[in-house]
């Protein structure tokens, strides 16, 4: 069983897979008020996740380069990665 974390942002449904995150935080470097690395060096959101904009947020989750943050719009639909 995978640890997943997941947050509402707007419309969107972010995931962060814990078991597949390095924490290499390039999620971090494009939207530092989404995203920040925990004691163990593995990404978790911030509280202020809701006040980065859809794009930005798209952009970041993108990002990871080990696919260990998928997002899913309203519909379901998975859009990143």
């Known amino acids: 069983m995978s640890d ?3 947050r509402r942002a707007g419309d969107l449904l972010i995931r962060i897979d814990r078991d597949l995150c390095v924490g290499f935080g390039d999620c971090i470097e494009a939207a530092e008020a989404a995203f920040e ?3 163990e060096g593995i990404a978790v ?3 202020g996740i809701d006040e980065v904009d859809r794009e ?4 970041a989750c993108d990002e990871c ?3 260990a943050i998928s997002v899913l719009d309203a519909d379901g ?4 990665p």
């Open 4 to 6: 997943i974390h997941e």
């Open 37 to 39: 690395l925990d004691d």
């Open 45 to 47: 959101f911030r509280a």
């Open 56 to 59: 930005t947020l798209l952009a």
């Open 65 to 67: 380069p080990v696919d």
């Open 77 to 80: 639909t998975q859009l990143v």
